[in-house]
């Protein structure tokens, strides 16, 4: 898969016909399209550089090796989600219950945070 395979304004014209307009856009007078990203760093169309600080990847940054190879080892035996019973789930529970005190031991687990971004007037 390309990630810039078409120019800034065909994508955007797309999102725009495809996408609902709840799913907001940062800085939609002139969004930036982000075709990679490399640790700390995105990277748009251009190849400009920015620090990423609002995506969920701060702790480890964007293309860890190390995550990259743990999610590729993963997709080769399952990638499912929580509402089958399987082992990983509750073996990664247990293993980050033993970190925490035991009034934070039951979990609910998300693929990311809140969506500051599809509420009115955010960004």
Known sequence: ???DRRGK???LALRRRLLSDSCRLFYPEDPIKIVRGQGQYLYDEQGAEYLDC???VAHVGHCHPLVVQAAHEQ???LNTNSRYLHDNIVDYAQRLSETLPEKLSVFYFLN???NSSSKK???
């Open 1 to 3: 898969m390309a990630a």
């Open 9 to 11: 304004a065909e994508t």
């Open 54 to 56: 609002v995506n969920n």
């Open 75 to 77: 997709n080769q035996v």
């Open 112 to 114: 990311s945070g809140g």
């Open 121 to 123: 007037g955010a960004w």
